[in-house]
């Protein structure tokens, strides 16, 4: 049985009092309710992770950063280092995100880099992939995202592997209000889980978490997650609404 993950990526929304009370109000919805077996994580701006940290400490949610440096330490002005995020208590953090590949020039490089210094502070990697429009229309989607994978994550060695969670979020759905279908989701989340088969095998195939991330919302959570290979969503818009986020939770 593979772990089921709903994560929120609030990106660069909400204020400080913003942030405590939707936090606020998501640990009241899940005090209401039954514990669920849903891996529930909120990344929120760096800037508001300690508060949220102490608040899930007395809840059912993790928290994850948006971002990580690609370097230990030094003279980097602005970044935020693994080490960092580990002494915050902070257990996952996105990369590869295509807004940072498209705004910051992330490049897989970096993004390997990335995922080595998270996972040597043992803070798991959220990796997200997906083609941009384009490359859907020319078909090339498969390509593109084996392209991502191999030269952001085959580095690995086979244990490390396990403590990774893949996000797959077609470009072109992000924050359009155009979901990939289930189809188009369940057939890359096969091909992705296909790749990492053919090169860790079976075993770390099975349990490799893949989610989905892309317009996703109350409305559309239950027939994604409802695919074999998706295990859950990477939630933009709808992560920002307590109330929604909980909605999606609870489409398992
Ligand atoms: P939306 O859910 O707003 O489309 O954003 C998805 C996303 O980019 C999550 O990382």
Same mark, same amino acid.
């Given at each position: 049985?593979?772990? !089921?993950i %709903?994560?929120?990526?609030? !990106?660069? &929304? !909400?204020s +400080?009092?913003? =942030?405590?009370?939707t ?6 919805? #899940? ?15 760096? @800037? ?20 990580? *440096? ?5 003279? $980097?002005?602005?970044? /935020? *280092?693994?080490?960092?995020? &580990? ?15 498209? $705004? ?18 043992t ?15 020319? &078909?090339?989607?498969?390509? %593109?995202?084996?392209?991502? #994978? *191999?030269?952001? #994550? ?10 990774? /969670? ?7 759905? /992000? ?14 989340? =096969? +091909? ?7 090169k $860790? ?33 990477? @939630?933009?818009? =709808? ?8 909605? @999606?939770?609870?489409?398992?």
């Amino acid at each position: 049985m593979r772990q !089921k993950i %709903v994560a929120g990526n609030w !990106k660069m &929304n !909400k204020s +400080f009092s913003e =942030a405590e009370e939707t936090l606020d109000e998501l640990v009241n919805l #899940l005090d209401e309710q039954e514990k669920t077996d849903v891996n529930i994580i909120v990344c929120t701006p760096a @800037i508001y992770l300690e508060m949220a940290v102490d608040i899930a400490e007395s809840s059912a949610f993790a928290v994850g950063a948006q971002d990580v *440096s690609a370097y230990e330490k030094g003279a $980097y002005t602005g970044e /935020i *280092s693994a080490t960092m995020l &580990n002494s915050m208590q902070v257990e996952y953090c996105i990369i590869g995100h295509s807004e940072r590949r498209k $705004y910051h020039h992330e490049s897989n490089a970096e993004v390997a880099q990335k995922v080595e210094q998270l996972l040597g502070k043992t803070i798991t990697p959220i990796v997200c992939c997906g083609e941009v429009l384009a490359e859907r229309e020319a &078909n090339r989607q498969f390509e %593109v995202v084996k392209q991502q #994978l *191999s030269e952001s #994550l085959f580095q690995l060695q086979p244990l490390d592997f396990t403590n990774i /969670i893949i996000a797959y979020e077609p470009v072109w759905a /992000i924050g359009t209000g155009k979901t990939a279908t289930p189809e188009q989701a369940q057939e890359m989340h =096969a +091909f992705i889980r296909g790749i990492v088969e053919d090169k $860790y095998g079976k075993e770390i195939a099975k349990k490799l978490p893949i989610l989905y991330g892309g317009s996703c919302t109350p409305q559309n959570a239950a027939t994604l997650f409802a695919q074999p290979d998706v295990d859950g969503g990477l @939630i933009g818009g =709808a992560s920002l609404v307590a109330q929604d986020f909980m909605k @999606i939770i609870n489409a398992f």
